[in-house]
């Protein structure tokens, strides 16, 4: 039977706060049971048994003995107990069963972690035989929440102790008054030696908070830090990390997004799952990023357009007969798009879409002379938003619903652009939105929360952002 390290974490008495939910862009809830898993797993895969058992096994003497902790001034040297202690000899820890980790969220409190685990001890008995205890303990450790110099959360244990539960001998000869006095023994040095597992639960529980705080990069546009904007605040069933999303581009300047246009309101959190969103401000900017760079401009020449549309001056005169009628036949095109505006990115519930402002300017392309320009256009491009999951990233790829145009400018005559619309359409299909979506593989970064495969989310289009809902490890 598995008895019970519990190590209390003092978040400060905080409580949800729905008028912050409604207000705060990237908003973490992180389900307890992916908190329990997480440090179960942190338990499995890292040194820490290794190291804490390594510190044990390496002291010179036993805990027992004329030169151990109980003589020569040990921890238990007094009246007439080492002749009877004499007698067992070099009896150290040489195992501590693997850590079973559980979590309990202590609303407007803290959190009440416990790992469950036994220490086998090895040594010689009276008569020489070979002696195996194993020992049920209770490590007990009170944490306080600090700030460190970086501005992140830090937990700091305040107080240690340990409980023994059932000793058992497994093996070898031990009177049994000599019981009480292994009892009384571990009773003193346990905390020293077992302590140190708090503190390296500590350490990867600090690094899982933190690691939200990190910068992404976002290709050769820039950067994005996330970092939080409030202490961590906790309810019965999970723990809310409030997010800011400092967006820098590939210079350094720090990028100035539109305020979303009314609060985000969050869903329910469902049992057993944890739950992120993903804040419209953030598509915007990825978006104004592109922009900025030119990466949403391009000419369109007939070399990157299947033969399957057309795109000579003969076909755009049959569109356009009075207007274009005196073209010269059968000459190349090239269409000129370009983005001078800022896209605006929209997300509606169970939808996203985005619309792209753009110019396009429509010339008789001459490979090795000037282009002559026909007409100017000032259109608009809507696009429908499809949305995908992986580790680290949203991904985003787009996809023609409609393309709207006025005529700006024209070198020949005015005209009804309307004619031309579908033919404008089939050439961004073809050749503007694969460019387009090569761009977009930079996607829209994601806090690192917990090492969270968010490959696995469910993902729901609310009003003013995306949420995605992950089930717990635990």
């Known amino acids: ?89 070099g009896l150290k ?7 079973k980790a559980s979590l309990r969220l202590l609303p407007g409190f803290g959190v009440q972690l416990s790992l469950l685990t036994k220490v086998g001890l090895h040594g010689s008995g009276p008569l020489g035989s070979l002696l195996q205890v194993s020992a049920e303990v209770n490590v007990s450790s009170k944490v306080a929440l600090g700030i460190s110099p970086k501005g992140t959360p830090i937990l700091i244990v305040k107080s240690c102790s340990t409980l023994l539960g059932h000793i058992s001998l497994l093996s070898g000869l031990l009177p049994a008054p000599l019981f009480g006095v292994v009892e009384q023994t571990l009773f003193k040095v346990l905390p020293r030696l077992l302590c140190p597992i708090v503190d390296s639960v500590l350490v990867v529980v600090n690094e899982l908070l933190g690691a939200v705080l990190c910068l992404v990069p976002l290709g050769a546009l820039g950067t994005v830090e996330f970092t939080l904007a409030t202490l961590p605040i906790i309810s019965n069933q999970y723990i809310q990390l409030d997010i800011n999303s400092l967006v820098k581009s590939v210079s350094g300047n720090l990028i100035d997004f539109p305020e979303p246009p009314r609060p985000i309101k969050l869903p329910p959190k469902e049992d057993h799952t944890s739950q992120v969103t993903v804040p419209l401000y953030l598509f915007n900017t990825v978006f104004g990023l592109l922009q900025t760079n030119g990466a949403l401009d391009i000419d369109i020449t007939p070399e990157v357009v299947p033969s399957s549309v057309p795109m000579t001056t003969t076909a755009l005169a049959g569109l356009l007969p009075k207007a274009l009628g005196t073209l010269p036949p059968d000459q190349p095109l090239l269409i000129t798009l370009r983005v001078k505006e800022a896209p605006g990115f929209m997300l509606k519930s169970g939808k996203a879409s985005v619309s792209l402002p753009a110019t396009m300017e429509v010339f ?44 700006a400018s024209s070198y020949t005559a005015n005209f009804d652009v309307s004619h031309l619309e579908e033919w404008l359409s089939d050439v961004v299909r073809v050749a503007y939105l694969p460019k387009l979506n090569v761009a977009l593989e930079v996607g829209v970064p994601l806090p690192k929360i917990l090492n969270v495969n968010f490959a696995n989310a469910a993902l729901g289009i609310i009003d003013n952002a995306v949420v995605l809902t992950v089930p717990s490890r635990g």
């Open 93 to 99: 820890i040489e195992e501590l069963t693997l850590p």
């Open 1 to 89: 039977m598995f008895s019970v390290l519990s190590v209390v974490l003092f978040f400060g008495l905080l409580t949800p706060s729905q008028g912050l939910l409604e207000t705060v862009g990237t908003i973490a809830r992180i389900d307890k049971d992916e908190l329990a898993s997480a440090v179960q797993n942190s338990l499995v895969g890292g040194p820490i048994l290794q190291n804490v058992l390594g510190t044990v096994t390496s002291l010179d003497q036993g805990l027992l003995g004329s030169g151990g902790l109980l003589g020569g001034g040990g921890l238990l040297s007094y009246g007439g107990i080492i002749g009877v202690v004499q007698e067992v000899s």
């Open 364 to 407: 008789v392309y001459h490979p090795h002379g000037t282009p002559n320009s026909l007409f100017l256009l000032n259109s608009v491009l809507t696009l429908n938003v499809q949305l995908a999951t992986s580790v680290t990233k949203l991904h985003v790829s787009l996809s023609l619903e409609r393309l709207s145009a006025k005529l």
